[in-house]
């Protein structure tokens, strides 16, 4: 009997000890993750830019707080448990019924309603907004189309607005489900076909903010990347008037540019792609209009320069496996004429 006893309690210490390194390392795991998180500021929703990500950021404070501090009690009631139980081996609960039940139903329930009604009421201060005017967002395998109806502006993988007013987005998807996330600004929003779901962002500070498609799409979801520029109210109409649509096909000077302009019809980019005020009117790929302007190419992967342009166009299958864009064999001296006339087009 006192044999059996003594190899309980030694039992006991084993698992003990081993569930407490488990929970160490987890502990050790989480803390340097979110040093990371912290050291990184682009795309997180813990360096909110706007107010709607600070009310998110403050909920993710406050249930970190609260969840912290009941996983720490918890593991030392546990812990205290476990040495009692392997000291004593008899059972039973000194602290009686009403302890388990104050502890383990009272306070419990009334913590997940304090976070319900703190959650909802996170929700509903962002239902609905008026905003100053609307952009489209069309999700695709994997790029984004981004509309500017009243201003009659189309681009794609940047979302420009001015700072300080609330923004109102036209989600929906031209193939699968996708999901709009710009952490910095805001939650997530589902992209459907065939269904437009609306939501808004706002930026408080001037910046560039990474966004990332947040639904799996497919292979290259992970690089469904784009960013919102957010401009003061006079960089962003000087951005607006520059981008609006031109009136006389753009006749490039030099001819260089203009032989590239050749070479991008005769290799039927514009099978796919737009650019405005030309004969272009392809709908399949990315609108090229303002190609040179934008700050990476294939949604994110590449900064937009001319050697990346011709890697690009070279092989978009070895830069982003997956996509739709096919090889496109050109002579090199064709690919650096089409790479200067796209690169023109600011
Ligand atoms: Cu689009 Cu994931």
């Known amino acids: 009997m006192h044999a059996e006893s003594s190899r309980g309690r030694a039992r006991c210490r084993a698992v003990l000890s081993t569930g407490a390194c488990i929970w160490a390392a987890t502990f050790v795991v989480v803390a340097v993750a979110m040093i990371g998180c912290h050291v990184d500021h682009d795309q997180s929703m813990l360096h909110p830019a706007g107010p709607r990500a600070g009310r998110i950021a403050a909920l993710w404070w406050v249930l970190f707080a609260v969840c912290s501090a009941t996983f720490l009690l918890t593991m030392a009631l546990a812990a205290i448990g476990i040495l009692r139980r392997a000291s004593t081996l008899d059972g039973g609960s000194p602290l009686g019924n009403r302890f388990i039940f104050v502890s383990g139903a009272a306070i419990p329930a009334a913590v997940l309603t304090g976070i319900l009604i703190a959650s909802l009421g996170a929700q509903s201060a962002d239902a609905k907004r008026d905003t100053d005017f609307t952009i489209q967002v069309v999700g695709h395998r994997y790029?984004?189309?981004?509309?500017?109806?009243?201003?009659?502006?189309?681009?794609?993988?940047?979302?420009?607005?001015?700072?300080?007013?609330?923004?109102?987005?036209?989600?929906?998807?031209?193939?699968?489900?996708?999901?709009?996330?710009?952490?910095?600004?805001?939650?997530k929003k589902d992209m459907l076909p065939g269904q437009v779901n609306r939501f808004w962002i706002q930026a408080d500070r001037p910046?560039?903010?990474?966004?990332?498609?947040?639904?799996?799409?497919?292979?290259?979801?992970?690089?469904?990347?784009?960013?919102?520029?957010?401009?003061?109210?006079?960089?962003?109409?000087?951005?607006?008037?520059?981008?609006?649509?031109?009136?006389?096909?753009?006749?490039?000077?030099?001819?260089?540019?203009?032989?590239?302009?050749?070479?991008?019809?005769?290799?039927?980019?514009?099978?796919?792609?737009?650019?405005?005020?030309?004969?272009?009117?392809?709908?399949?790929?990315?609108?090229?209009s303002h190609v040179g302007s934008r700050l990476t190419l294939a949604a994110g992967v590449l900064p937009n320069?001319?050697?990346?342009?011709?890697?690009?166009?070279?092989?978009?299958?070895?830069?982003?496996?997956?996509?739709?864009?096919?090889?496109?064999a050109l002579h090199p001296d064709d690919l650096d004429a089409l790479v200067q006339y796209l690169q023109t087009l600011k």
């Open 207 to 288: 910046g560039i903010y990474r966004g990332q498609c947040a639904e799996f799409c497919g292979v290259q979801h992970a690089w469904m990347a784009f960013r919102v520029v957010a401009l003061e109210p006079e960089e962003f109409d000087a951005w607006v008037a520059a981008q609006a649509p031109a009136e006389e096909p753009p006749v490039p000077a030099e001819e260089e540019i203009a032989r590239g302009r050749e070479v991008f019809f005769a290799a039927h980019c514009d099978g796919c792609h737009a650019i405005r005020g030309t004969a272009a009117a392809g709908k399949r790929g990315p609108d090229l």
């Open 143 to 187: 790029w984004w189309e981004v509309r500017y109806p009243d201003q009659g502006i189309v681009t794609a993988n940047e979302i420009r607005i001015p700072v300080g007013r609330p923004v109102g987005l036209e989600l929906s998807s031209g193939d699968v489900i996708h999901s709009f996330w710009v952490p910095n600004l805001a939650g």
């Open 305 to 328: 320069s001319p050697e990346n342009l011709a890697e690009w166009i070279r092989d978009p299958q070895g830069v982003k496996p997956g996509n739709l864009m096919p090889r496109t």
